[in-house]
């Protein structure tokens, strides 16, 4: 009860502070609006979706007789990117990707001071969540000093070692043995709710509610189960989220949407909004656009009408706060070349993540500083993410790794697991 009522808490929070971050940015007399609308239909501007089919009934919107005779009809048709297998939807990778509220590629590797919590919402109207489903993964190791709350499964996938408490709602995966050492008047523990699979010896309390899957001759230091509750079998865990460049083509998807936009079909120069410095309000309906940079010292907010899609070459950097406003079934995705640097706390994303998705195509480190509240699915497979004073994200976080200076709070969006619905994916099943 008290778990659901913080993120029930959370997620109005999060709602609340985008609203009045809207609202502010509105009311400022030295706001600037961009529009990304087209000034009327014309007869030489292609489909507003970067070389996409035309959208159809489907996507909200009449099919167009001619594929040029209209700028963009409805939602649009959805994003893709280039994967190794072909072409597929944003929406359709989002619910493949990001099954798990938190991700680190590499090694988890929390102090002291930044305990790292995970629990579960969902941004639908009228939708209640199935509580459970916010796991974590870590493709190395978990070395943690500080306490680890999964409101889901946890997967490490070399091994576990911690000074404090890791507590589980589902169940715990470990490709390797799990030692848990009380140091410094700091008692070290942890509760799996579920099975625990353990290729190797636990070394320390842990408890188990389920079933210990363990190899023969693999022990545990205090004997805390008896042998009618072990299942003794080889047990492996794989990296448990695939951070690979097969997986998503994000340079490729950069340089083809450079060679076919639509900024010129709404006059759109790709140096609007570089450098500035008074709030700044975005409108937008579907297609692809390309930036050269973002550079915001003011409020920025997207309101957005369709699909689309932002590309920005270079650097993003947020001080004031993003704000991003999206119609009924609408959907954006930012895929960032450069870096992502956050600074000044304000709010960062949509009250409906799992619509709101940010790429990170490179290695530049993302900077999260002065403990934001953000709200999006954040994909960054070859980029540490540093929150120098904490952070709470709605959505889900997936980063090569995760640096960490306060507290980590990611309410998972469940609305994610079936995102990929209008292209055809079916919906991803939580994380045993």
């Known amino acids: 009860m008290r778990a659901a009522a913080a993120t029930n808490v959370a997620r109005v929070a999060m709602a609340m502070a985008l609203q009045t971050a809207t609202t502010m940015a509105g009311s400022l007399g030295c706001t600037r609006d961009v529009s990304l609308l087209p000034a009327a239909a014309n007869g030489d501007g292609g489909p507003g979706d970067g070389g996409l089919p035309p959208a159809d009934a489907s996507d909200g919107g009449p099919a167009p007789a001619d594929a040029n005779s209209a700028f963009c009809q409805g939602l649009g048709t959805p994003i893709q990117f280039p994967t190794a297998s072909g072409m597929v939807c944003t929406s359709a990778l989002a619910a493949r990707g990001h099954r798990f509220a938190l991700c680190s590629c590499a090694s988890l590797e929390p102090p002291p001071a930044a305990p790292i919590?995970?629990?579960?919402?969902?941004?639908?109207?009228?939708?209640?969540?199935?509580?459970?489903?916010?796991?974590?993964?870590?493709?190395?190791?978990?070395?943690?000093?500080?306490?680890?709350?999964?409101?889901?499964?946890?997967?490490?996938?070399?091994?576990?070692?911690?000074?404090?408490?890791?507590?589980?709602?589902?169940?715990?995966?470990?490709?390797?043995?799990?030692?848990?050492?009380?140091?410094?008047?700091?008692?070290?523990?942890?509760?799996?709710?579920?099975?625990?699979?353990?290729?190797?010896?636990i070394s320390g309390t842990l408890r188990i509610d389920g079933l210990l899957h363990q190899p023969a001759g693999a022990g545990m230091s205090p004997a805390l189960l008896p042998e009618s509750s072990i299942v003794r079998e080889a047990v492996s865990v794989a990296p448990p989220c695939d951070c690979s460049s097969s997986f998503v083509d994000l340079t490729g998807a950069i340089a083809a949407s450079v060679a076919h936009n639509d900024d010129a079909i709404v006059g759109l120069d790709p140096n609007a909004l570089a450098a500035e410095t008074t709030a700044i309000n975005v409108e937008v309906t579907c297609g692809v656009y390309v930036l050269s940079a973002i550079d915001a010292q003011k409020s920025l907010s997207f309101s957005v009408h369709g699909r689309a899609l932002v590309v920005v070459t270079g650097d993003v950097v947020i001080r004031g706060g993003l704000t991003v406003v999206l119609d009924p079934n609408a959907e954006l995705d930012l895929l960032v070349g450069g870096r992502l640097v956050s600074s000044g706390g304000n709010p960062i994303g949509s009250a409906s993540p799992a619509r709101f998705r940010i790429w990170i195509a490179g290695t530049a480190s993302v900077v999260l500083d002065d403990a934001p509240t953000v709200g999006a699915i954040i994909h960054a497979p070859n980029a540490a993410v540093g929150a120098s004073s904490g952070l709470q994200i709605s959505g889900a976080l997936l980063a090569r790794s995760v640096m960490l200076g306060g507290q980590l709070n990611v309410h998972f969006d469940e609305a994610v697991l079936s995102s990929g619905g209008p292209c055809g994916e079916p919906a991803a099943t939580p994380v045993p």
């Open 117 to 201: 919590h995970t629990d579960s919402f969902d941004s639908r109207p009228g939708s209640v969540a199935m509580g459970r489903s916010a796991a974590i993964g870590v493709g190395d190791l978990v070395s943690s000093s500080a306490d680890i709350w999964s409101g889901g499964a946890l997967y490490a996938a070399t091994a576990i070692g911690s000074t404090g408490h890791i507590e589980t709602a589902g169940s715990l995966r470990t490709g390797g043995p799990i030692v848990l050492v009380s140091a410094n008047g700091q008692v070290a523990d942890g509760h799996v709710a579920g099975d625990a699979y353990v290729n190797g010896a």
